[in-house]
């Protein structure tokens, strides 16, 4: 883990390590709150400007990504690869959709001097009520 920061150019002090163990170990989603909530759990002291913060670099370097998933709530992604989401918005749950299970097969004009960059898709959900 520690090689893995330097890498990014990230210095790994001891609070950066354990935030890096929790969310970089394997694929995940989370909040800064759950992730928060996990280490707290875990015996840690850590504030919630150290999670944001820490958050922040790992996101600014490219070691995990943002993803904002409405206007008031941004989630964070440990894979940084492009890919497509469905979120629910009553548990807030964030899962990756499986990239064979969606095809764009259209898409607009791009403005003017524009090149697509990227396509990522993000399909609310919530749980049906006849369910
Ligand atoms: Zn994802």
Known sequence: MTA????HGVRPTAQRLQIALLVLDRPCHF???QLL?????GGQRVSKATVYNTLNL???RGLI???AVDPVRL???STTAPHHHFYNAETGEL??????ELRVSRLPALPRATEAEGIEV???IRPRKDA
Do not use: C, H
């Open 4 to 7: 893995q920061l330097l890498g």
């Open 37 to 41: 909530a996990s280490l707290r759990k």
């Open 122 to 124: 993000l399909i609310r």
């Open 75 to 77: 989630m964070y992604d």
């Open 95 to 100: 899962t990756d959709i499986d990239p064979t």
């Open 58 to 60: 790992f996101s600014r």
């Open 31 to 33: 909040s800064a709150d």
């Open 65 to 67: 990504r943002e993803v």
